[in-house]
């Protein structure tokens, strides 16, 4: 049976014993009778070390052995005598499953860069930093349910096809079967009754007005899953396509959403520092020195927390340039959102209480009648990570935004009856999944976090 090489490192019971092994050629040295193999299946960080003997490696065989080739190994697991490796595999069997010619494979010893391993994106997932970013991306998934269960949330799968613009920003890529030439109406506009669903339809960019319908049954739910925004922007923190976790709890205030939103950080970073410990090692020597002893911080202090009116004064007081001019009334940039949290703060902050004009139309209206019950959860290296709210339960109020921001009514009709039947205080928030591995792990780019990034002018593989 083949095992794991991640369990050959952690399971002493194996010691001694004959054991399979498969995986793809790191390394090859080659002495007088002997050489050293190191393999890796994508399950751990650390390679194995395989000793071969002449008996069971030919020169023609160990030719075949160069880095991207797969191989499957039989033999005892010793305690290893080296100092680099806890463990090492006496082989005694080898079989070459595939070559990699070493003229034409493209994943070199030397360094390649982050640009270039995009344009190999079938193979990059080989390279130290793409498997550590996987594994990680992996944990922080399983730590997601985990943190959601914990907390008694239900997982909701929202669709990924809609009519309804959550943001209201227009910004979707839109899903038709209408081919040249249209059939248009009278005002010679396109007649999406002869559409599939017979009515114009998109990707989603969020599940949350989903969600909440769900929240408004059964307490506390989530979402994870993919998002689309057709925003034309190359910025290291943007794609196409991405992933989101939105909670939704009912009788719940901004308060309630803060809490959550902090708690879920703090357990997100403690379970990968727990369960990836030399994947992130690696990120803290090679892509962030100190990326650990940040995440320690976030996990042992509690989050800032100061109003959107206080983040303004801060940034027209702060003793720095901006390239955006600062004023009330206008988005906080990436750079001003970084400098609260890396310089002003040095920690993570909750900004919360945005002027209305600036947020989407179901957050709820604060009594002062200028700014919402709204959070943004800033963090060093990233900036805004957590957006959330508490929606606006008054239907009244919530009709009267939906018409201020000329949204067609009728397309929300499901979401007005909410408030008309059994309305309640609810809250929930959205977490980019990309922007969270991007703070775990210090990488610089969001298209290096996941497996085959969406941008404009890029859907390749």
């Known amino acids: 049976m083949r095992i794991k090489i991640k369990t050959l490192f952690t399971d002493l019971s194996l010691l001694n014993k004959e054991i399979t092994v498969c995986g793809w050629v790191k390394t090859l040295r080659k002495q007088k009778n002997i050489a050293f193999l190191e393999i890796n299946d994508g399950s751990i960080f650390t390679n194995l070390q395989i000793i071969l003997e002449s008996r069971v490696a030919n020169e023609p065989l160990l030719q075949q052995l160069s880095p991207g080739a797969s191989v499957s190994v039989t033999g005892t697991l010793q305690k290893s005598q080296g100092k680099n490796q806890s463990v090492e595999l006496i082989a005694q069997k080898l079989h070459l499953y595939g070559s990699a010619d070493p003229n034409q494979y493209p994943l070199q010893k030397k360094q390649h860069s982050f640009e270039f391993l995009r344009t190999l994106a079938h193979l990059r997932p080989r390279t130290n930093t793409q498997g550590a970013v996987l594994r990680v991306r992996n944990a922080l998934a399983f730590a997601t349910h985990t943190f959601f269960h914990n907390r008694s949330f239900l997982y909701l799968q929202t669709p990924i096809i809609t009519t309804s613009d959550c943001e209201g920003a227009g910004e979707m890529f839109q899903v038709t079967t209408l081919k040249e030439p249209f059939a248009r109406l009278p005002d010679q506009s396109i007649d999406h009754s002869?559409?599939?669903?017979?009515?114009?339809?998109?990707?989603?960019?969020?599940?949350?007005?989903?969600?909440?319908?769900?929240?408004?049954?059964?307490?506390?739910?989530?979402?994870?899953?993919?998002?689309?925004?057709?925003?034309?922007?190359?910025?290291?923190?943007?794609?196409?396509?991405?992933?989101?976790?939105?909670?939704?709890?009912?009788?719940?205030?901004?308060?309630?959403?803060?809490?959550?939103?902090?708690?879920?950080?703090?357990?997100?970073?403690?379970?990968?520092?727990?369960?990836?410990?030399?994947?992130?090692?690696?990120?803290?020597?090679?892509?962030?020195?100190?990326?650990?002893?940040?995440?320690?911080?976030?996990?042992?202090?509690?989050?800032?927390?100061?109003?959107?009116?206080?983040?303004?004064?801060?940034?027209?007081?702060?003793?720095?340039?901006?390239?955006?001019?600062?004023?009330?009334?206008?988005?906080?940039?990436?750079?001003?959102?970084?400098?609260?949290?890396?310089?002003?703060?040095?920690?993570?902050?909750?900004?919360?209480?945005?002027?209305?004009?600036?947020?989407?139309?179901?957050?709820?209206?604060?009594?002062?009648?200028?700014?919402?019950?709204?959070?943004?959860?800033?963090?060093?290296?990233?900036?805004?990570?957590?957006?959330g709210s508490q929606r606006e339960e008054r239907l009244d109020i919530l009709c009267e935004k939906i018409e201020k921001m000329h949204l067609n009514k009728d397309d929300y009709w499901w979401y007005l009856d909410l408030r008309r039947f059994g309305t309640v205080p609810h809250a929930g928030f959205g977490v980019g999944f990309e922007r969270l591995i991007l703070f775990i792990t210090g990488m610089e780019n969001i298209r290096d976090v996941i497996p085959f990034p969406r941008f404009p002018g890029s859907a390749e593989f």
């Open 194 to 387: 002869k559409d599939f669903f017979k009515k114009k339809s998109y990707l989603t960019v969020s599940g949350q007005l989903n969600a909440e319908c769900f929240a408004c049954a059964l307490s506390d739910v989530y979402t994870f899953g993919p998002t689309f925004r057709a925003e034309n922007s190359n910025t290291s923190r943007h794609l196409a396509e991405f992933w989101m976790i939105e909670p939704e709890m009912a009788f719940a205030t901004l308060e309630d959403d803060m809490e959550l939103a902090q708690s879920y950080l703090k357990f997100t970073a403690e379970y990968v520092l727990q369960h990836c410990p030399k994947d992130m090692e690696f990120f803290d020597q090679f892509i962030e020195k100190g990326v650990i002893e940040r995440l320690r911080h976030v996990i042992d202090q509690p989050f800032e927390q100061i109003s959107y009116t206080e983040a303004v004064s801060i940034l027209q007081h702060a003793k720095k340039k901006f390239e955006y001019p600062v004023k009330w009334g206008g988005d906080l940039q990436s750079e001003h959102e970084r400098y609260l949290a890396e310089e002003h703060c040095k920690k993570p902050l909750i900004v919360t209480d945005y002027p209305e004009s600036l947020k989407a139309f179901y957050m709820r209206r604060n009594d002062d009648k200028k700014t919402v019950a709204a959070m943004d959860v800033l963090v060093p290296k990233v900036g805004e990570i957590i957006g």
